[in-house]
């Protein structure tokens, strides 16, 4: 008797949940998911490949970007992927999130950010966050790869360590060409004192990802203190230029 009233509670519940619709948070209109379908094949672009080094959206018939085939793609980094590309509404998230004082956002995120990534990836030893100069963490109050980072360590059960930090204030990459986002954060990441990565297999964690410079500036850090792989991860990429629209 008890199993049976259990078993329709059950049901019942379930029915709630799948029937319930939320405002994606992307577009506002009512969906099942925090983000709905068409937000996703318009930001997330599930069709098109990936460059398999830097993460970029690129061409049925490609496996790298042309930055990366012509060399001048990460070299530290195993590889680098990212949830959605950078425009629009996606776009206008991350921001509203960075600039416009709202990490909460990315609260939103969770169970489904993390969700994509252990499908994704092989898990890691631990999750790492890009670090921010403490200069720019008194002015913004957080790093948005933390929050990010932590997001996944908590909904995941897997180790979060804040092992990066940054020994200069660099210039946002975003406002720079492709030679002086390499001399702006060349040197700019130490591993802390006391932390061992050796063998281990790392997320190492950010908002988005353009050249990868900075992932892969990170990962030389983690590399020259024994780290095994290296994983970027991302909420927005760069699409290849020929395929945007
Ligand atoms: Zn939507
Ligand atoms: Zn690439």
Redesign the pocket.
Known sequence: MLSQILHRIKEGAALIWYEQEEE??????L?KEI??Q??RDLYFRPELNRCNTCGKLIGDNKIRCSDCQEGKGPKCLTRATALGHYSG?WKDLIQNVKFRGQPYLLAYLRGYVDDWVIKNFPPPDVIIPVPMHHSRIAQRGFNQADVLASILSGQLGIEYQDALYRNRATTAQTSLGRHERLNNVQGAFSLKKDVDIKGRIIWLVDDVVTTGTTLDECAKALREHGASDIYGICLAAGIEEILEK
């Open positions: 994606c948070l992307l577009c506002s209109n969906a983000i709905c068409s937000c509404a």
